[in-house]
């Protein structure tokens, strides 16, 4: 069975700096690309960033470029984001999600998602 943990979430000032954590666990192997999307309430899901996981690429919606740090570590089956100056507007439950054929920006492509963790940013 497939699983996908997110961690790090929280409440936290505005400037600062979170470490989102996923782990993935049953069968990876097949799986060419992992992605963070967020979810603010009242609005659609959105498309933060993903990673290949045998190359290493990575793409980013060009709306986080710059504070929005994405890596993988295959030996552990992780894949983080790091958030950096963080804004009251990155408010959001943040998902990790895996794909087996895209590294796109569409939820769709993702057939495996987690449970979310919450980021709260207060001004």
């Known amino acids: 069975q497939v699983q996908l943990v997110e961690s790090g979430g929280g409440l936290v000032q505005a400037g600062a700096s979170l470490r989102l954590s996923c782990v993935a666990s049953g069968r990876t192997a097949s799986w060419y690309a992992m992605g963070w999307f967020r979810q603010a309430p009242g609005k659609e899901r959105e498309f933060v960033a993903a990673?290949?996981?045998?190359?290493?690429?990575?793409i980013y919606s060009d709306s986080m470029k710059g504070r929005f740090t994405i890596s993988r570590d295959n030996a552990k089956n992780t894949v983080d984001l790091q958030i950096d100056s963080l804004k009251p507007e990155d408010t959001a439950v943040y998902y990790c999600?895996?794909?087996?054929?895209?590294?796109?920006?569409?939820?769709?492509?993702?057939?495996?998602w987690g449970q979310g963790t919450q980021v709260t940013v207060s001004s």
């Open positions: 990673i290949r996981l045998g190359s290493g690429i990575t």
């Open positions: 999600a895996a794909s087996q054929y895209s590294s796109g920006s569409s939820p769709g492509n993702y057939a495996y």
